[in-house]
Nanobody, 122 residues
Framework: EVQLQASGGGLVQAGGSLRLSCAAS????????ITWFRQAPGKEREGVAC????????YYLDSVKGRFTISSDNAKNTVYLQMNSLKPEDTAVYSC???????????????WGQGTLVTVSS
């Protein structure tokens, strides 16, 4: 059974760091991409970072470039999102999703994990 589970959210002060984890089961990363999305209150869901295993590429939302890093531990079937220099505007529910390739469009993803809340205080 294909499953994704996001974890690692919490409360952090501006300038601090958090690492989110997306634990996957039921499939191999080799032919897929994993994207971290986030949704803040009153805003549309947006893609934050993606790692494409089929293309061997990573992608980032412009506003997080240089601050966030997406990585994976393939042996553990886990994708991480290291978030540094956090800002209050990063506050959102973060979730991970599986797609064939990295794509910012939500309908392109077939499986989603439950979100984890990140709150950044000023």
């Amino acid at each position: 059974e294909v499953q994704l589970q996001a974890s690692g959210g919490g409360l952090v002060q501006a300038g601090g760091s958090l690492r989110l984890s997306c634990a996957a089961s039921g499939f191999s990363f080799d032919d897929y991409a994993i994207t971290w999305f986030r949704q803040a209150p009153g805003k549309e869901r947006e893609g934050v970072a993606c790692i494409s295993f089929s293309e061997s590429r990573t992608y980032y939302l412009d506003s997080v470039k240089g601050r966030f890093t997406i990585s994976s531990d393939n042996a553990k079937n886990t994708v991480y999102l290291q978030m540094n220099s956090l800002k209050p505007e990063d506050t959102a529910v973060y979730s991970c999703a599986r797609g064939n390739l990295c794509d910012a469009r939500v309908p392109e993803y077939d499986y989603w994990g439950q979100g984890t809340l990140v709150t950044v205080s000023s």
